[in-house]
């Protein structure tokens, strides 16, 4: 009998024996998984999906965004006063405009106001809350078409969110090459240059150029070019005038000749 701590010889054995048989079975998987993965002949003959077309979604007819920059009063003034407009009309806005032409919280009733667009969406989005009428059957019949199923108002909130996050992007695009443009010509050394050639002119080179037109007669030009056909003639007749009455002027107040010396005719007659 073998003693307690020694192990039969048929076990020692069988453990090497059993190491060749797990290790010849890593390189048949191996094997297997190679045969699985067969080249793809059909990938460079695959066409991607073409890409979505965005579609901008409808206006929002009851949201206006806040410009940056905006104070917590201004705010309020702008919406009282697209408030008031939106109830009593333009004629409200008209005598107030005149009203408060010197004052400048009320600068943004001007149209060359930066807040101006603001005011306008305001009481735009004001006058249909409160003349509902005029819109509101079209409103209710887009929303019964808009919510027959979830899968519509859905693709409705996913456009909407696609288009955004494109707009956001190319917005966010066009500052970096704003930015970007801006660094490169920081960069330049306006200072450090070079002279290439010296161009000279000659005295005489000016004999034959026109006489270059004042500027009275360049802003007549420029009239004449966006004003019509008749109306050209008849701002024209009015400078023929002006030249006529100035040419007249210029007759009139020449100096005259002095008369001719008499001591011929003098002696003549004295003869």
């Not at 073409?50 to 905006?70: C, D, F, H, M, S």
């Not at 409200?92 to 400048?104: D, G, Y």
């Not at 887009?142 to 494109?166: A, F, I, Y």
């Not at 443009?181 to 004999?207: C, G, K």
């Amino acid at each position: 009998m073998p003693p307690r701590g020694a192990e039969p010889d048929g076990a020692t054995a069988a453990a090497p024996a059993s190491a060749p048989a797990d290790g010849a079975a890593a390189p048949a998987d191996g094997a297997a998984a190679a045969a699985d993965a067969k080249p793809d002949h059909s990938a460079p003959f695959r066409v991607a999906p073409p890409a979505k077309v965005l579609v901008p979604p409808k206006a929002e007819l009851y949201t206006v965004r806040l410009p940056k920059g905006i104070t917590v009063e201004e705010l309020d003034i702008i919406k009282l006063t697209a408030q008031f407009v939106a109830r009593n009309g333009k004629n409200f806005l008209t005598s107030l405009a005149q009203r408060e032409s010197t004052n400048v919280q009320f600068h943004f009733i001007r149209p060359t106001h930066s807040m101006f667009p603001f005011f306008t969406s305001l009481t735009d989005a004001y006058s249909r809350v409160l003349r509902p009428e005029e819109g509101v059957p079209a409103l209710l019949k887009e929303l019964r078409e808009g919510s027959k199923d979830l899968t519509t108002v859905l693709e409705r909130c996913l456009n909407r969110l696609e288009w955004d996050r494109s707009q956001e992007q190319a917005r966010q695009q066009a500052e970096d090459e704003i930015e970007q443009e801006r660094m490169q010509m920081s960069m330049i050394d306006w200072h450090d240059f070079v002279v290439v050639e010296t161009i000279e002119f000659a005295e005489d080179e000016y004999e034959g150029l026109p006489v270059p037109p004042t500027l009275d007669e360049l802003k007549r030009r420029k009239r004449m070019e966006n004003l019509g056909e008749e109306e050209a003639m008849e701002m024209a007749e009015p400078a023929k005038e002006s030249r006529g009455g100035r040419a007249h002027e210029d007759a009139a107040g020449a100096p005259r000749l002095p008369p001719l010396p008499l001591h011929r005719r003098r002696r003549g007659h004295a003869a």
